[in-house]
């Protein structure tokens, strides 16, 4: 019989951890509400004692994601910021830390605000350039830690320049790998020694569960993690996991319409004068396109644009689109709308949102899976009730 394992993603996702119950034959893999599991004698058990520890329905989940990964271990925790405190815990106080700026708002703030408190040191670089990360390296930094794309500009950070730093200077190299998903990018392959998502938007996909996953290939990381979640107890409960094992299974079909529908939005976007600029990797005279074409299997599902007309056109135009809703997150079937100058990176001081390329004027699209020309019309009739108003 062929290994799950060794088949393509599309396969992999829908197979690996998921036999059929052995106790039931149950086709799908039960949500096993359950907090413990009946010893038959002291210390004699299946495998599953107590839920913190190990669950059923998470462990399915856990091996699926690893798999579509390309890893040897996976770990599910409650949300994508308890993945990413879970791969932090791979440091402790004394070490020091070099992170790409161009950051997800939450993690900045996990970052500046709550781990400094027990020791751990950070550098900010702008990681596009590898050679600032390397400046930044010291005597004591165990980790590098990286988006790419990043957030909201889709700028793009050589994985496999970054992942080699880390390792002649005897650090790990993490990517936040939520905006790419693991059907578009394996940073493992490119050589990093950890993968964190949050769940929450591209894996589950329906804007229905929050959670996160961390993904590495290192036995003894491993086992640091299964040891610290255990410990500090942010595992997602059966039925969360068990969602966001659902959403995996489709993550592949989801993932070339989000891609062919961004493409689609991101050319209706460019012919609109009211758009000054749209920030897509898939075009090629985006400033990471090529390596985008590197590292990457196609360009994801997020289309940036900025409208020419400024802040007062901007906040028009996000309250007048009718199919992508206005909130914060991305990654779902449905379109999303945001504004991160107040939203998502609302918590930055205004010269750093300038710095990174967020104006008063910058809109961020998680373009859904609805028909495309459903989406484009809703473009066009949102600019023209914002030039009405305007
Ligand atoms: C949303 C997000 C997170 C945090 O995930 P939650 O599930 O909201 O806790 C981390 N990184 C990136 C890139 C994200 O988009």
Redesign the pocket.
């Known amino acids: 019989m062929v290994d799950p394992r060794d088949t393509r993603f599309e396969t992999r996702a829908i197979h690996v951890g998921q036999a059929a119950d052995e106790a039931t034959g149950a086709t799908i893999v039960p949500v096993y509400q359950t907090v413990t599991f009946t010893q038959d004698a002291v210390g004699e058990h299946r495998g599953f004692e107590y839920s913190r520890s190990g669950n059923p329905t998470r462990v399915a989940l856990e091996q699926a994601i690893a798999a579509v990964e390309g890893g040897k271990h996976g770990f599910a925790y409650a ?6 405190h879970g791969a932090m815990q791979l440091v402790s106080g004394g070490e020091h830390v070099v992170v790409a700026d161009d950051l ?1 708002g ?2 900045f703030r996990l970052f500046s605000s709550v781990l400094p408190r027990y020791g751990i040191e950070f550098t900010y670089v702008d990681a596009t350039h590898p050679e600032e990360v390397e400046k930044a390296m010291q005597n004591n930094t165990r980790m590098v830690w990286i ?1 790419s794309p990043t ?1 909201p500009m889709l700028r793009l950070v050589d994985v496999a320049a970054c992942a080699d730093i880390a390792q002649r200077h005897g650090a790990r190299l993490v990517v ?1 790998n ?2 790419a998903t693991p059907y578009l990018q394996n940073p493992l392959d490119l050589g990093a020694h950890v993968v ?1 998502h ?4 591209y894996i589950g996909g329906h804007s229905d569960t ?3 996953a961390v993904v590495v290939n290192d036995d003894e990381d491993a086992k640091s993690l299964q040891f610290t979640r255990n410990a500090t107890g942010g595992v997602p409960g059966p039925w969360d996991a068990w969602l966001t094992l659902r959403g995996l299974k489709t993550l592949s079909v989801r993932m070339r319409e989000h891609e062919s529908n961004a493409r689609k939005v991101a050319e209706f976007c460019r012919e609109r004068p009211e758009f000054s600029a749209i920030h897509y990797p898939g075009f090629s005279d985006h400033p990471g396109h090529d390596l985008a074409k590197r590292q990457m299997r196609g360009f994801g599902g997020i289309v940036t644009v900025e409208l020419a007309g400024g802040e007062g056109a901007a906040l028009e135009f996000c309250k007048s689109t009718r199919f992508f809703s206005l909130g914060e ?2 990654g779902g079937v449905e379109s999303l709308i945001g504004y991160p100058w107040s939203m998502s990176h609302g918590a930055f001081p205004p010269e750093e949102k300038r710095r990174k390329g967020i104006t008063e004027g910058t809109v961020r699209l998680s373009v859904g899976i609805e028909h495309v020309d459903d989406l484009c019309a809703d473009v066009a009739q949102a600019l023209e009730r914002a030039a009405r108003v305007g």
């Open positions: 949300s994508g910021m308890a993945a990413v997800y939450g993690s988006e957030n936040d939520t905006f964190v949050s769940t929450t938007k929050i959670g996160g997150s991305l």
